[in-house]
Every structure is written in C-alpha cells, then in structure tokens.
C-alpha cells in the first residue's frame, strides 16, 4: 500500500515563521487596554501587524 501524501507531511514537524509575537499579559503598547474583548483585541493586534499573539497563564512557569 503506498503511503499518504497527509500522513507523509503529517510526519514532518514544522514551526510557525513568526516574526512579530505580541505579548497579551505585558500589553506593551496598550492594545488590549484600548480594545476589551477577546476578538476585538485580537482583531488589533493582527491589524497592527502581529503574527500573532502569546498569552502567559499565571498557573504556569514561564522562567
């Protein structure tokens, strides 16, 4: 039996090429201040150029 094209890159790790991470807990610029409310804060964050987002939980060690 040949194998899957899914499973073959199933099989292959890859990480996000992100660039620009905003952190939600620190809010160094403001914008989840300015902008209550889990979409509209993500919706900012992606409109001011972000990858994306890192939200820390205060149950976990961060290091």
């Known amino acids: 039996m040949a194998s899957s094209p899914s499973l073959a890159s199933a099989a292959t790790p890859t990480a996000p090429a992100w660039t620009s991470v905003y952190d939600v807990k620190a809010d160094p610029q403001g914008i989840v201040r300015d902008n209550p409310g ?3 804060w993500e919706r900012a964050i992606q ?3 972000f990858d ?6 205060a149950s976990e060690s961060q290091g």
């Open 38 to 40: 889990a979409n509209n």
């Open 47 to 49: 409109q001011a150029g």
């Open 52 to 57: 994306g987002y890192t939200v820390r939980h």
